[in-house]
């Protein structure tokens, strides 16, 4: 199948061969024909898998004037997306598919001075892309009007309820017409997903497609046990004795994801963290630099690692097991994008045992261990419990600021997990 056949306008072909795309992942081949046929849509799609252009290019079809010509931007599509990076990325597609049409769009998010939001609204554009805190700042200084919106895409919906963004979400859908086309993309359909879906979608085109990390098999699983006190070591070893260039490294906390960085420059390994407590402006620099090779080594929490959009990552590095089992997948997401081979490392040591069975069941597969020599565990080592923070309640929230700052980052807490005991 070519995306000559879906029905995309010239214009959108044209963005699509810039891009190099020889055709349409198996994603985009369900999405756009059901979307600019007005369908709803409810699909269940990984980062990699090319969900962003899958919703993206029938949007732009849909909104693209008829006629050439001067015309008055009006807010007809809103995106929803749980953190700002995935909204930058999101935007940075939009920008990318719509360069040859006149189409209009803008981001919102928090962390950032909403002054210049507000001027780029006034200007008008046709398409918003915003996490929901920011944008729930915007409607209460009524400087966004969303009684125009046709399409509604929530992205990554999954990690919105997971961020307590619900209702958040449920007032902003307060502001949009029913009548509507909705598009709810989401890695996994948990109940509240299926209730979310139930309550916003209207006989929606359901849509799935094989998770590319867990059923199709581009990225290879290993696991390397270790001390606890000798991951730093092994990591630092692992790099330089495999020569890798490009290396994706994930912590539990934001703290460990600082010091890690600073042991790994001390190591002589070109090293930046990410993650919520870092101003946007820092975030998006060491990102950049990491891209372009300037940093050699991206430490990065979960929440600040969503939604990255990094091309034909190699490797990914979990230093530390995620809490919850599906931030494996959404880490690993990272790595064999859109076709390419890639491996995931994780280095686990005696105290992450039940979180690597947790993963293992969600995979439906054991991940093979291989101990590397000189590194072999001490089987003698008690496990010690793993800290997690307190998590702030996210009930009784009533004003937005709260949600604002989660949607800054500042409180990536989710849905609370029984604390693992050794
Ligand atoms: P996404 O799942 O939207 O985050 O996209 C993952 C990656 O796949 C991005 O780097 C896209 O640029 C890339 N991509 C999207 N569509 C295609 C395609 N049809 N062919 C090759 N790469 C694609």
Redesign the pocket.
Known sequence: MS?ETLGLRAELLRA?AD???????P??QKSIPAILDGRDVLAS??????????FTLPLLQELSPETPGPRKSVLRALILTPTRELAA?VAE?VETYGRYLPLRSAVVYGGVKIGPQISTLRRGVDILIATPGRLLDHLGQKTVDLSQVEILVLDEADRMLDMGFIHDIRKVIRHIPEQRQTLLFSATFSRDIRALAQDLLYEPEEIEVAARNTAAETVRHIVHPVDRDRKRELLSFMIGSKNWQQVLVFTRTKHGANRLAEHLEKDGLRSAAIHGNKSQGARTRALSAFKEGKVRVLVATDIASR?L?I?QLPHVVNYELPNVPEDYVHRIGRTG???NDGEAVSLVCVDEFPLLKDIERLLKRDIPKDVIPGYEPDLSVKPEPIQKKQRRSSRGRSSHSSSAQKARGSSGHRTPKPVIRG
Do not use: E, H, N
Not at 19 to 25: E, H, L, R, S, V
Not at 45 to 54: D, E
């Open positions: 995306f699509v891009q190099g795309y020889d055709a349409p992942t994603i985009q799609a990984q980062t990699g898998t090319g969900k962003t252009a899958g990325q597609s939604g959009d091309d994008r859109a076709g």
